[in-house]
Nanobody, 119 residues
């Protein structure tokens, strides 16, 4: 089992920055692919960024060049640095931990943190 707790959300003006954190506990953090997803009202949940166990990363086109995902395996924490925020970034942001060791798939979610970008 993995427990995920997000923090760092809030209200920010357009062009501002926020850093989200996701603290994980309960299993071997370094063996999990970590991701940030977001869901805006009336929209489907979408993938924002992924960081693999190797440290390689992947981003949605809408956030490339503005957001940076990172992980600290010593602190069991994954971060999402969000810069140049836009109103369309407003959403609930969720942390995800995933590990595939067939036939077992482990997939865990945090409770979400609200990010609101508005003047």
């Amino acid at each position: 089992q993995v427990q995920l707790v997000e923090s760092g959300g809030g209200l920010v003006q357009p062009g501002g920055s926020l850093r989200l954190s996701c603290a994980a506990s309960g299993s071997i953090f370094s063996t999990y692919t970590m991701g940030w997803y977001r869901q805006a009202p009336g929209q489907q949940r979408e993938l924002v960024a992924t960081i693999f166990t190797s440290g390689s990363t992947n981003y949605a086109d809408s956030v490339k060049g503005r957001f940076t995902i990172s992980r600290d395996n010593g602190k069991n924490t994954v971060y999402l640095q969000m810069n140049s925020l836009k109103p369309e970034d407003t959403a609930v942001y969720y942390c995800n931990a995933k590990r595939v060791r067939l036939p077992t798939v482990n997939d865990y979610w945090g409770q979400g943190t609200q990010v609101t970008v508005s003047s």
